[in-house]
Antibody, heavy 110, light 111 residues
């Protein structure tokens, strides 16, 4: 299974961060699909996961700002994080936890 | 949230020598279903994180048998019996009880 994140690398404060993850080499029905992030110099943080059925579970620390969705017909799942601040600058990863994408750096800056 | 504390934060090892990384959790990772939700990953330079160990001690597909995991409750250890040059990277533990949390990571370098 391979995963690839895509989306803008720069987002303005107060706007919405939107990322997509394309899954290849396996069925999306096999796993829960996670988003994680690692701010510079800090530990990895789990944002949440989505089941292929659409059921979501989010980290309580981010739950009020996070929305995840899945499109099994396109083998993709997505993350939206609204009202971003500089503290949301991080490398964002999509993963099944068994398999991870390479990560995408998203910088929040005006 | 469960806090994961890794020791050491960095490790320099001669090829062929063993290495050991400790991960301690602030709460027991033994779930009511009988499983212990502790995982180990490595992120090699320029690569995506890779799963090494499931549920404390089950090596993931393709992981060499020089890697082993042990522990229970709140104390866990990842051991490499004979370090090779390709093992360079950042090793981190993850606990899988909601919400999922991670250790800070241990940087392994070769002497």
């Amino acid at each position: 299974v391979q995963l690839q994140e895509s989306g803008p690398g720069l987002v303005k404060p107060s706007e919405t961060l939107s990322l997509s993850c394309t899954v290849s080499g396996g069925s999306m029905s096999s796993y829960y699909w996670s988003w994680l992030r690692q701010p510079p110099g800090k530990r990895m943080e789990w944002i949440g996961y989505i089941h292929y059925s659409g059921t979501t579970t989010y980290n309580p620390s981010l739950e009020s700002r996070v929305t995840m969705s899945v499109d099994t017909s396109k083998n993709t799942f997505s993350l939206r994080l609204n009202s971003v601040t500089i503290a949301d600058t991080a490398v964002y990863y999509c993963a099944s936890l068994n398999y991870w994408g390479q990560g995408i750096l998203v910088t929040v800056s005006s | 949230d469960t806090v994961m504390t890794q020791i050491p934060l960095s490790l320099s090892v001669t090829p062929g020598q063993p290495a050991s990384i400790s991960c301690k959790s602030s709460h027991s990772l033994l779930h009511s279903d009988g499983k212990t939700y502790l995982y180990w990953y490595v992120q090699k330079p320029g690569q995506a994180p890779q799963l090494l160990m499931n549920e404390v001690s089950s090596r993931f597909s393709g992981v060499p048998d020089r890697f082993s995991g042990s522990g229970s409750g709140t104390d866990f250890t990842l051991k490499i019996s004979r370090v090779e040059a390709e093992d360079v990277g950042i090793y981190f533990c993850m606990q899988g009880i909601h919400p999922i949390t991670f250790g800070l990571g241990t940087r392994l370098e070769i002497k």
